[in-house]
């Protein structure tokens, strides 16, 4: 599998080569196109893990793209305006908030794990995770920013997009008082902690959809 990422960084599409029986597994909705000879598969996982993904944000459904004899590509995109990185999974494993899995090789699962640090870290009550081994292509809203943290390092909750399972975090103030948290506009933040990589992502969905609300008419009741 190849991976190609165009038009980086505010309208990221992902091109992926797939050689000969060779596939890819994408998040309903992150398919843009695919070529000929590729044809497509639909699944639900288990009901667990259906019900899993639908509280961390995700389609219960997933589509898998098979490539034929002669191979074939198939094209990708993140839900909301923004970018596009591949990831290796295998030796690194990884965290991702609601929304940010776009697709995945054969070799990659993404599951989901219960996690009341997930709900405030605004990543959701259930958080993404990777197990396996192969390539991950994940998706933000705008550009993405790679952190390697040695030490510590603060996120605004609403920009975290994934983290390498190596790093521990906490979910605490922006501020050192919650008034002041609350008048700073910040709200709450997540202490990432060791070493490792984290991907943030340059706007915040949930400010972005507020701010959009608050300029509309407001809905006529009928």
Request: with cysteine.
């Amino acid at each position: 599998m190849n991976v190609e990422l165009l038009y980086k960084p505010s309208q990221t599409l992902g091109r992926v080569r797939l050689g000969p029986g060779e596939s890819i597994t994408a998040e309903s909705g992150a398919m843009v196109g695919f070529s000929e000879g590729v044809h497509m598969q639909t699944r639900a996982g288990g009901a667990l893990g259906a019900i899993g993904r639908l509280f961390g944000g995700e389609s219960i459904f997933r589509n898998t793209f098979i490539a034929g004899p002669l191979g074939g590509e198939v094209l990708v995109a993140p839900a909301l305006r923004g970018d596009l990185v591949e990831l290796e999974v295998g030796r690194t494993q990884w965290f991702l908030r609601h929304g940010a899995y776009v697709a995945a090789s054969a070799g990659v699962d993404i599951a989901t794990q219960g996690s009341l640090r997930g709900m405030f870290s605004g990543a959701g009550l259930f958080l993404l995770t990777t197990r396996g081994a192969g390539s991950m292509i994940v998706g933000s809203f705008g550009a993405l920013e790679e952190v390697h943290v040695d030490g510590e390092f603060t996120v605004d909750t609403g920009h975290i997009v994934a983290w390498e399972s190596s790093l521990d975090y906490t979910i605490g103030k922006a501020a050192s008082g919650w008034v002041a948290s609350f008048f700073s506009g910040e709200g709450l933040v997540c202490e990432f902690r060791g070493r490792g990589r984290l991907f943030m992502q340059s706007r915040n969905p949930e400010e972005y959809g507020s701010t959009v609300g608050a300029l509309l008419p407001a809905r006529e009741d009928s």
